[in-house]
């Protein structure tokens, strides 16, 4: 069976930053065999348009989420590992707070 991944909301709230969500035509997915991809340049997450499964697909919205997370607050891999989670929910917390639409989305897709 095959998710397709749709109502995805188009942007999210992450640091003070729109980030925006766009999802990607199987061409994308293909061409460079990434399911998702967040750019700090373009300030964007992309994702495939498909997915094995809709906990899949919520699995790499919420990589991606994360990677905006460690950007949008200056997570260092050098800091130790207390500040990294602390920044880490801190961050998680604001994009839960600030995106209800992007959080029923995930409630939706992961619910049996």
């Not at 373009?42 to 094995?52: C, G, M, N």
């Not at 260092?76 to 961050?91: F, H, K, N, P, Y």
């Amino acid at each position: 069976m095959t998710f397709k991944v749709e109502g995805l909301p188009s942007s999210v709230r992450v640091a003070g930053h729109d980030v925006a969500i766009k999802v990607q035509s199987e061409q994308w997915r293909v061409a460079t065999d990434h399911h998702g991809e967040f750019s700090q340049v373009d300030v964007e997450i992309l994702v495939a348009p498909t997915f094995p499964t809709a906990s899949r697909a919520a699995e790499i919205v919420i990589h991606e989420l994360i990677h905006a997370v460690w950007w949008g607050f200056n997570a260092r891999s050098q800091d130790g590992e207390e500040q990294v989670v602390t920044t880490l929910a801190v961050g998680l917390q604001q994009v839960w707070r600030d995106n209800p639409d992007l959080i029923a989305w995930i409630e939706k897709v992961t619910r049996p």
